[in-house]
């Protein structure tokens, strides 16, 4: 098991733009070199999922006190199996604190294509996270990635289910270290780019199932317009089973969730999000410069934040 440090996009379009990964911190490349002195710690923790990275940090260098948020803020990652996939999957939490409260409720943060658990997340997100919840403007709540995979977050392949992860699964496992509601259910979801298009059918499939979310927010979400750009992803298997999931074409089956949704006005889906916009008219919906990438991404952070501090759970905020 490795613990990401550095942080990028979680996005990996074919054909998009796409940005170098940071350079490493000196604590970063201390806690490297130090890796193999923590593994034991480490995979001990990984099985109670009661890590917290400013502990390991903490622990490997020998420091008496826990390290302030740094500029990843303050992570989590471990492995877990996943029946739904059929595979050991990365979970990773990002968290408000080192410390965080009791069934601190958990937004769902899916990844893009070809991207991974690990960097779901815009550059700035977790930092920004603790610095807004410590001191008050949002309420605390933390954020959970799994790999989902290449598939827009459904059954493509028989026997590789995401969303069921996501319904079924995700849920347990969030229960089972304390977050997430009494049953361990996310309040939210958001995702980028191919995420975007997930957090949408999660939306759907959370109101179909008679348990809607309590917002979503999608960032550059993969709304494609043809069939033809969207059947090279490989991701559906005709044009009917694009038209049974595509967020565009089902509207009306996200119920009364509210919806947060930004895109750069240079970005390939800007088409699909204004279409999007005009036919659900969400609570929030942002165009501007932009394109594809990260650049985009983590300048919109503090108005995906506010969205969804918006709509935490009212006891999390007493």
Known sequence: ???????????????????????MSRRSVLVAGTAG???ASLVLGSATGVIPLADMVGDVLGMSSRPAVGPD???RQERVYSHQRHKEVDLVTILPSDTPAKNLPVCLLLHGLHGHASNAAPTGLAQRLATEAANGTIPPFAFVAVDGGDNYWHENQRGDNPMGMLLE???AWLKA????????VPFACAGISMGGFGALLYGRRRHEAGRPAQA?????PGLLTSWREMSTRKAFRDTADWAALDPLRNVDKLGKVPVGIWCGTEDHFIEGTRKFIKLANPEVRYTGPGTHSDAFYRGIVPSVLGFLGKHTPATAQG
């Open 1 to 23: 098991m490795c613990v990401a440090i550095g942080g990028r996009t979680g996005v990996d379009e074919d054909g998009t733009e796409q940005e170098e990964r940071r350079r």
């Open 37 to 39: 002195l923590a593994t």
């Open 73 to 75: 803020g303050i992570k």
């Open 169 to 171: 699964e995700v849920p």
């Open 177 to 184: 270290r304390g977050l997430g509601d009494a049953n361990g």
């Open 216 to 220: 979503i927010a999608a960032i550059s």
